[in-house]
């Protein structure tokens, strides 16, 4: 059994002072990818990843962005980017292979861009960007699966997506209709990608029918306590691994003063054999 987690942290200093570490040591984690670390190595608190196998990615953009990849098990290689120039320095983007298991797991960090708007430069700069490292992602995950079909290992991408992929998967849908990370092109790259490269959304397949279960909240207002949340952090996987995924949900706490982060784990177990 492999249990795997995505957690956007918004900060692992922050997210330490929260409690991080008896969290993610109580729920006996295999693997967790993590977005939003926030901080160069150097900057870690005191003991956060002891015991882990840490591979980061963190980007040139001080105080922002950053990936990681915490593994119990152990790795037998590990890659950073997408593959794009433009995006070499974000932090976006983090893989590894492990050793023990014909298996392959990146961590993402999706750009969140913002709505278009031609009189709008930054706007529509960042809309812009955003669809040009959608364009790359949807071809690097084609490359991966079909690696995975011919290379005899399977393949998991875990991550905040920046984009909800249905109603199901907003609370307050129908005012997000021209939202960033909601807008109709958004969801239709998620769906074009989807088909095009075989990937299983784990938790929406275990949860078919099921508003969410979201894993971001804003801190504004009583948006946590009326469970007003996105599902934007996913684990995709291929159809072999995905078959072997036996629980998937989100570790949503109890109250908005017990929150690890403005994002929730998202966590599954996979009865995946070494």
């Known amino acids: 059994m492999l249990r795997i987690a995505s957690h956007n942290v918004n900060g692992i200093r922050a997210t330490h002072q929260r409690g991080w570490v ?19 190595p150097n900057q870690y ?42 995006f070499a320095g974000d932090g976006r983007y ?6 023990d298991y014909p ?9 969140k861009g913002d709505v278009p708007d031609g ?54 849908w129908k005012g997000n209709l021209n939202s960033e990370g909601f807008l109709p092109e958004e969801r239709q790259w998620f769906a074009d990608m989807l088909e095009t490269t075989g990937l299983v959304d784990i938790v929406r397949t275990m ?7 979201y894993s971001w909240w804003s801190w504004r207002g009583q948006a946590f306590a009326n469970d007003a949340g996105w599902r934007i952090d996913y684990h995709l996987a291929t159809p072999g691994l995905a078959a072997t995924a036996v629980t998937s949900g989100v570790d949503r706490e109890p109250s ?19």
């Open 22 to 40: 008896p969290w993610v040591n109580a729920r006996g984690i295999d693997v967790i990818g993590l977005q939003e670390v926030r901080a160069t």
């Open 45 to 86: 608190p005191d003991g956060v990843f002891d015991g882990w196998d840490v591979h980061v990615d963190t980007g040139e953009m001080k105080g922002r962005n950053g990936v990681a990849l915490l593994s119990k098990t152990p790795v037998a290689a590990s890659r950073t980017g997408i593959g794009l120039e433009e």
């Open 94 to 99: 983090v893989e590894i292979d492990l050793a």
């Open 103 to 111: 298996l392959t797991i990146a961590s993402l960090y999706l750009p």
């Open 119 to 172: 009189e709008n430069e930054a706007k529509q700069a960042k809309y812009d960007r955003k669809f040009r490292f959608l364009a790359r992602l949807a071809a690097l995950l084609a490359e991966k699966a079909d690696e995975a079909a011919n290379g005899g290992r399977e393949f998991l991408i875990i991550g905040d997506f920046n984009i909800a992929r249905s109603e199901l998967d907003i609370k307050n």
């Open 207 to 213: 949860h078919p029918d099921q508003p969410g279960p």
């Open 256 to 274: 908005r003063d017990e929150r690890l982060s403005d994002h929730a784990p998202v966590v599954v177990d996979y009865d995946f054999p070494a």
